[in-house]
């Protein structure tokens, strides 16, 4: 993570400065490559946070500072204001508290995937874990 | 006195009930709300910085079948003759089957909030979820995920696993590419339906609260988890030349697994019981196959 941010503050100042053609043309196969996304803040593990409608539910996420017992790259995610219980994966994805079998690629798909197995008629009841 | 735990496809209707009622008074004492609450409490995931003993790691197998032996420990002190009856998933795969029958699980969840209405585990037949994580106090299931169709795990899938000649290897989590262990809990790095193997596909499968973090809410938990020991048991016999469990020596300290896995000396909690201590169960109970 740090080495990408690393290379989004280069980047930004090579801009700002306007450097020499050689450079720019280098950050601009770089660009090509890497896709629209670069021009975004440097994003905490996980994506950044997010406020969204999905079918129906408000689903909610932020991460959390300071890691809290479940360590680095916790979230603080909920589904119409109750807490969804996440954990990190080894493959870095994440898991919820509602599915337990599969590797999420970020709190928000989580968020999501909870939402799909809650169904029409069930709410969370802030159990985290 | 040597019991034995037998397919549930094979329980007289007698068996069946007994072992219902049984389940019912563990329940109606409270006793059973333990067995949910400590599954929850001690599932640790392996991207997390701390000792992990019942997924994702190589005691996942003498830690359920500890587990296991207390809940019969439990529902044998309620009915001598009741023992954890196994499903074998790889035959008894519609929901259909007689496990699903009214006097043994109770079928499938009803559409909208999943809720199972039938059999003895249905809300109105007196089943109340008390360790849950939704607002709902009844039992949910979806059996095969009707929504978006999905099969059980088929004898191929069980030969994947058991063909590994090695328990477990390094990084001893969900991402080690080889060994029994990981084969048979079913973590995969692949994609869409091909993501769940063996274990992990019929707790995706089943669905409802066998999918989170409360499986153990659903009494089919037991059932299902009795085949997972038995193919362990099975995979043994075909192995004799492999080590039972691994690893035998815990991580150094700059390994990343250092004091995150159990090593086969080492204590599972909540208990004291080692995986060593778990690698033999011929004298206290034997599997009808």
Redesign the interface.
Known sequence: MSSVRTVHRLRRRHLIAAAATAALGAVGAFRGLRGADEEEQPEAPGGPSFDETYRGRRIQGEPVIRGGE????SWRVTVDGQPL?L???????Y?????????YASPLAAARGAVD?????????G?L? | MVYTRKNQSSLSRGERRRFVDAVLRLKRSGEYDEFVRTHIDLYVSDGEHRLRVAHMTPSFLPWHRRFLLDFERALRRVDADVTVPYWDWTKDRTPAASLWGEDLMGGTGRRGDRRVTTGPFARRNGWVIKEGITDGDFLTRDLGRPGDPLKLPTRQDVAWATAETVYDVSPWDSTSRRGFRNRLEGWTSATGDERWRNHNRVHRWVGGHMLGGASVNDPVFWLHHAFVDLLWSRWQRLRPDSAPYLPAKPPSAGDPQYRRIVARGEPMPPWRSTPQDMLGHEGVYRYAE
Request: charged share 20%; aromatic share 4%; net charge neutral.
């Open positions: 479940h360590g680095q790259g219980g954990m990190r994966r080894a493959d870095g994805g898991l919820s508290m509602v599915d337990h079998y599969q590797s197995e809650l169904g029409t008629h069930q709410a969370l009841n159990r874990h």
